[in-house]
């Protein structure tokens, strides 16, 4: 065997290629949106962390593409563990930037999402990430730590997220290597 043949090899073994993934989601903002709720509470959700993004929400998944949507400075690439999804690999996925972190977040903290206003998010509906877009909210609550939480959840959770990320993980490595030292400020705030 030869060393491009083997090369090849290796690459094929560390970096699968999967088909197309793209689960059914349902965009009725009729069950997702309803700002007295988000209003009441001050969108706790998005002070701990941005959304995340379905591959559905870009027209273009390549190197290209999705490097000039992250050059907007909002989008940030996102590692998940594979314990948090059950898998025995972690995913990269792209989600909305934290505030104050950099566009490869890897070392994840909770902060608030870099795009949440007094009013609100800075994007409207369509714009938003599926995360956001089928975030359900509720006015059930629950205490946690000394603080209530709400009982909000993603109907796009982290997991789906991941199985849909899942094909595209060598077009993310190499947008994360592209990114890894760069600073980019957010161009929705100049």
Known sequence: MSNANIDAL?????????????????????????????????????????????PDDFKEISF????????????????????????????????????NAPIVDLGFMRSPCILLTQNGCKL?????????????????????FGVINRKCHSEYSIKLCCYEWQPHQKVLLNLLNYFRDKEIPCSLWL
Do not use: W
């Open 64 to 99: 290209n593409s999705l490097k000039q949507e992250m050059e907007k400075g909002f989008i940030s690439i996102d590692y998940v563990d594979g314990e948090a999804i059950y898998q025995s690999s972690g995913v990269y996925i792209l989600r909305v930037r934290n505030r």
């Open 10 to 54: 290796i690459d094929e073994l560390l970096n699968p290629q999967f088909d197309y993934r793209s689960i059914p989601k349902d965009y009725s903002q009729s069950q997702t949106v309803n700002a007295k709720i988000c209003s009441e509470c001050g969108g706790e959700c998005c002070k701990q962390c941005g959304c995340h993004f379905s």
């Open 124 to 144: 409207d509906y369509q714009q938003r990430p599926t995360g956001g877009k089928l975030l359900i909210p509720s006015t059930e609550s629950y205490p946690i």
